[in-house]
């Protein structure tokens, strides 16, 4: 029995606002979907993030239906999460990935966690925040009790550990379930594999670079999917790497060396296939950063998607080194080091996320997000409010509205 394992596709993500970017990213997923069929696997396993939001565009929909339909034509099903881009932190929401049900995709949701392929468990849950860390470890604990009836299992989950996460996290890894065969995560967009439990804990990484600082990642472990062998004692796990359509060019240059840099640069991508993307750092700037940019601009434009230029001034330390120097830098992180002296972490936690949630403009999550906080800590109700369903009482009445997707919620994730 052999597997594939993905996640953090993305789908319809426009980085940078630019429309080649976001056909990057479809095109990434096509060759990673024509490599599993080549492959020859029994199934798919997408653990989250396949799209970029919870409303993805028709141009990423239809991108991930040309996949599915593509696997379903060899015969491999696959099953699938929602991230916590692709998942509504609104009460009685839907992912969009049930879109998908008819034409096979297997949703794992709170209503179904499980399935069977065989004699293999699959089980799962999507995105938790960490502000329901407490509904989560329950939850996890039902399913770690449904796998001790199988020998081979699988847990799908889009979350952050500690033990690779850093400082922002939903769980720890004392909290992980231990007596699973596989762990196929998703969230983390670098490759990690570590042995776990009484198997292997992995995440894929993304299928393209999401944000620029994952371009030096991508060059020591690559992009893309993995292979999994499921029929030993423990699993066997292959690394299948996808070339990315477009480079990242990451370069510090002397002002006072500037034309030689333009032209080493110039050089260097002049044959490339595809525009790339240029991040350039220029020291000891003396002179008016506009004309120094006008001069990179009309040497490199040509050649180049984008140019994002970093200018440090003479006698000026580089933003690199400053960051370097202080990890906490930015607005999300000043806040997180503000929050420690006031010992309350569930509070904390709730501050973060609700800035998360308000720098993107999402007030109906902010407040869905508020109101299960209070559920869960002052009216002392021990229950899922973030995935929450009701009974359907009259079957015939009108379905429950979720954007531009008219369903019932029970009816779609059963």
Do not use: C
Request: a negative charge.
């Amino acid at each position: 029995m052999k597997f594939a394992h993905l996640a953090d596709t993305h789908l319809g993500y426009r980085q940078f606002g630019l429309i080649e970017r976001e056909k990057d990213f479809y095109e990434v997923f096509e060759k990673v979907i024509d490599k599993i069929i080549e492959e020859k696997v029994d199934f798919v396993i997408h653990s989250g993030d396949l799209f970029e939001t919870a409303r993805p565009s028709p141009n990423a929909l239809l991108a991930f239906q040309k996949g599915l339909l593509k696997l379903k034509g060899a015969g491999i099903p696959m099953y699938a999460i929602a991230g916590n881009h692709d998942v509504v932190m609104r009460k009685g929401s839907i992912p969009p990935q049930v879109i998908f049900k008819k034409l096979g995709l297997k949703v794992i949701s709170p209503i179904n966690t499980n399935y069977m392929h065989g004699d293999i468990f699959i089980a799962g849950l999507p995105y938790y925040p960490s502000s329901q860390s407490k509904v989560l470890k329950s939850k996890l604990s039902e399913l770690s009790k449904k796998a001790a009836n199988h020998e081979k299992s699988i847990l799908v989950l889009h979350q952050g550990i500690d033990k690779y996460f850093g400082y922002q996290y939903e769980l720890e890894i004392g909290e992980v379930p231990d007596n699973f065969n596989y762990y196929a995560m998703g969230h983390i967009h670098k490759y990690i594999n570590d042995n776990f439990g009484a198997g292997k804990l992995v995440y894929p990484g993304s299928g393209e670079i999401w944000k620029a600082k994952e371009w030096e990642d991508y060059l020591e472990n690559g992009k893309g999917f993995v292979l999994v062998d499921f029929d030993g004692p423990k699993p066997l796990v292959k690394r299948v790497k996808i070339d990315i359509p477009r480079e990242f060019i990451k370069r510090s240059l002397d002002y006072n060396n500037l034309e030689s840099g333009i032209a080493g640069i110039r050089e260097t991508i002049k044959d490339f296939d595809k525009k790339p993307i240029l991040d350039l750092t220029i020291n000891n700037v003396d002179s008016d950063t506009g004309i120094v940019y006008d001069i990179i601009k009309q040497e490199l434009e040509d050649l180049s998607l984008m140019i994002r230029p970093t200018f440090n001034m003479v006698g000026e330390e580089s933003i690199d080194a400053i960051v370097n120097q202080n990890e906490s830098l930015g607005p999300k992180e000043l806040l997180i080091e503000q929050l420690k002296g006031y010992g309350n972490g569930d509070v904390n936690t709730l501050a973060v996320e609700l800035y998360e949630y308000l720098s993107k403009d999402k007030t109906d999550e902010a407040k869905e997000l508020v109101t299960q906080f209070y559920d869960e800590h002052y009216r002392n109700v021990d229950e899922d409010v973030e995935f929450k369903t009701e009974e359907v009482e009259n079957e015939d009445a009108p379905a429950e509205e979720s954007g531009d997707i008219q369903v019932t919620f029970n009816e779609v994730l059963k």
